[in-house]
């Protein structure tokens, strides 16, 4: 077993704090990782506090992970020592279904996806811990090659604000020609920004902040609209072909489906914590269609690392000491960072 030094909960009312425990012996597929970066995803704290209804504890958080690879297994092939790697919301799923071998792991067909963390391995036993510690082992087949033209701390987030984003975009063919909404400048809609903007597309930031408006045009948008301005948002209707919806909070869907062209989609990549409400009409009418995405498969991850690399695209971020994370917390929840923190690892040490 491998000794590994983490911060962690043990219940839902804790706060972050340091933890040792044994990650397990390199097997003949699988690679260590020394992690030098870890990105702090919002999840992270709904999972930490419970508030999902499906945490597990002991946690050790966080699914943004690179580093570099200090061990390979004796049957490792993708790899060698000295390589930077990352891993993302996945270690492991059943790999012989059809979504597994079409790779769409996070869609398993046997229910047998196992996240970075708060999950268990396929043994339904042993609990997973994430990158909020200073080594991670991981089969080769859920580790990706990260860059190395990029800066390491701004690619951590691309593993899973960077794929949440890039996968709808790709999905659904957005580019040139595209009038493209972003809901919400966050962690997750300033990449959407970036990449709809690359890949040829028009687009507009909705957001009830005027003050991020700068930013916006900076990151990529042509337009920016403040949803509080009812003039404002009323010269929107019928105006996009697609929003990506970031919003994870309760706000008003049928003022945005208002705004999609006939046969536009409204794609959300934010969990609110309420059901959805909607005027049914709003996707009859004009057939509009509402619809989710999720993270994408490791090869669509590859697969968006790459285009960052050939494209110079990273997060924003603010890179912080994993003492202060509990104050991070906080800070996300007030919309209190651009827009993404991520633990620099060696502070751990």
């Known amino acids: 077993m ?48 419970g508030e999902w209804g499906n945490s597990m504890y002991p946690m050790v958080p966080g ?64 609990l997973t811990f994430g990158g909020y510690s200073n080594q991670i082992v991981c089969d080769e087949a859920f580790v990706v090659k990260v860059p190395a033209n990029l800066p390491l701390e701004k690619v951590a987030p691309l593993l899973c604000a960077g794929i949440t984003t890039y996968s709808p975009i790709k999905q659904w063919g957005i580019g040139k020609g595209h009038k493209v909404a972003v809901l919400g400048l966050g962690g997750l809609g300033h990449m959407a920004v970036k990449f709809a903007a690359s890949m040829g597309a028009e687009v507009t930031m909705l957001s009830t902040s005027p003050s991020k408006e700068a930013d916006a045009r900076k990151l990529g948008a042509t337009h920016f609209v403040n949803t509080k301005e009812r003039d404002q948002v009323r010269a929107q209707r019928n105006k996009f072909d697609f929003i990506i919806d970031t919003v994870s909070a309760p706000h008003n869907y049928d ?95």
Not at 13 to 29: G, I, M, N, S, Y
């Open 63 to 126: 699914h943004e992970i690179v580093g570099k690879i200090t061990q390979v297994g004796e049957h490792v092939k993708k790899f060698k020592v000295g390589d930077l790697a990352g891993i993302g919301c996945m270690v492991d799923s059943c790999r012989e279904c059809g979504q597994c071998k079409s790779g769409y792991e996070q869609f398993c067909e046997k229910g047998q996806t196992v996240f970075t963390y708060n999950s268990r391995e396929r043994d339904g036993k042993t």
């Open 2 to 49: 491998i000794p590994t030094k983490s911060y962690a909960v043990h219940s839902a009312t804790d706060a972050l704090a340091p933890w040792d425990f044994e990650r397990r012996d390199v097997k003949p597929h699988d690679v260590l990782i020394e992690i030098l970066y870890c990105g702090v995803c919002h999840s992270d704290i709904h999972q930490v506090r």
């Open 255 to 349: 003022m945005y489906l208002n705004m999609l062209k006939t046969r536009g989609a409204m794609i959300c990549v934010g969990i609110p914590p309420e059901p959805i409400s909607l005027n049914g009409f709003l996707l009859l009418g004009q057939n509009r269609i509402l619809t989710g995405s999720s993270i994408g498969g490791i090869p669509e991850t590859q697969e968006m690392l790459d285009y960052c690399g050939e494209h110079n695209i990273t997060s924003d971020v603010e890179v912080i000491d994993i003492k202060d994370v509990n104050e991070a917390y906080e800070r996300v929840l007030k919309s209190d960072v651009k827009y993404r923190f991520v633990i620099d690892m060696a502070t751990l040490k």
